[in-house]
């Protein structure tokens, strides 16, 4: 039992290791020019041309992933008694701590943006802040390093201190955003093309960041019609096998195809701090590009605690109650 139970934690963490470390792998690839992983690769085994920095470097990334995988088993074998679940509780709470930044990042660079914007349309910006500070919000980028990236650090601090998820305070904003919008056009024939940024800024938000906190309250949509009236058990296998062969590969496939290469559909947005094409609209189109990694990123990580948590149950480990079958209503055996 306990050899069984290391070996899937040790899985499950390096699985999860692995996703921060691809994330880490695409910043110092795009950011700061280091090779990849595959190019390190093809020097050991074709003899690509490399130079000795960016070797130096590639080397760097495997240790990096060695070194991972040597602490993981250190720990896992240091906390023998840590059950399945309480690991698959760990990895809920560190998507929920993404889920908590990226809540109020949407929401303080909305706010901040859309003030921006409103000042620029109305031509008071200038006597506001200046025109060296105007002439900086004018451009994307050094909007987006000077204003929408301090408030992204100020998020993950703020998230770290706080435990409300935000969904329904962000669903409220959607609302009094779209009331906004008709009250401004329809009342007083006002209306400029930052509303509808916020709007749906906020409302993707909204969706994507929701998903990961949805699947493990059990809210995602499922043929219930036969798992319904499964035992617990059968439950388990279903959500054990639907996480590694359904959930895991579609978040990967989002990751690999969206930050493959520079030209990735979700990275190029990023990197190039793409806008819309209205002159006068919120410059947080980049950004959008990004809910769907942290999409990605956060429904990995519950994919793998779903997993972790199935697999306690066949295991014997925990046992799903009786009351409606869930696979959220977990109970550890001979817990005093």
Known sequence: MTGSRQFFRIISAFMVATILLFLLNRYLAFWLDWPDLTGVFAWFSEGSEMSTTSLLQGICLWFLYLLAAVLIVRHIRKTPDT???????????????????????????????????????????????????????????????????????????????????????????????????????????????????????????????????????????????????????????????????????????????GMGSKQGSLIAPIINFEISQSGYGMYVKYLMAAFLLVFAVTMAIQFISYFLNSVAILTGEIEAKNEDDDMDEVVLQGAA
């Open 83 to 257: 059950s399945m679940n309480d690991d698959a509780e760990t990895y809920t709470r560190m998507a929920y701590f993404i889920v908590r930044a990226a809540f109020w990042s949407v929401f303080l660079v909305g706010i901040a943006d859309a003030a921006i914007s409103l000042l620029r349309v109305e031509g008071v910006l200038l006597s506001i802040v200046g025109e060296k500070w105007t002439a900086i919000m004018d451009q994307a980028h050094s909007r987006g390093v000077y204003i929408h990236y301090p408030l992204i650090l100020l998020s993950v601090v703020i998230a770290f201190f706080t435990r409300s998820l935000g969904f329904m305070w962000l669903a409220f904003l959607v609302v009094l955003s779209e009331f906004a919008i008709v009250l401004s056009r329809f009342i007083f024939s006002y209306e400029q093309a930052f509303m509808g940024d916020l709007v749906r800024f906020w409302y993707a938000a909204l969706f994507l960041f929701s998903s990961a906190y949805t699947l493990v309250e059990g809210g995602h949509v499922r043929v219930d019609v036969l798992y319904a009236g499964m035992s617990g058990r059968a439950k388990a296998w279903v959500n054990a096998i639907g996480s590694m062969i359904l959930g895991l590969p579609l978040c990967w496939t989002i990751l690999l195809l």
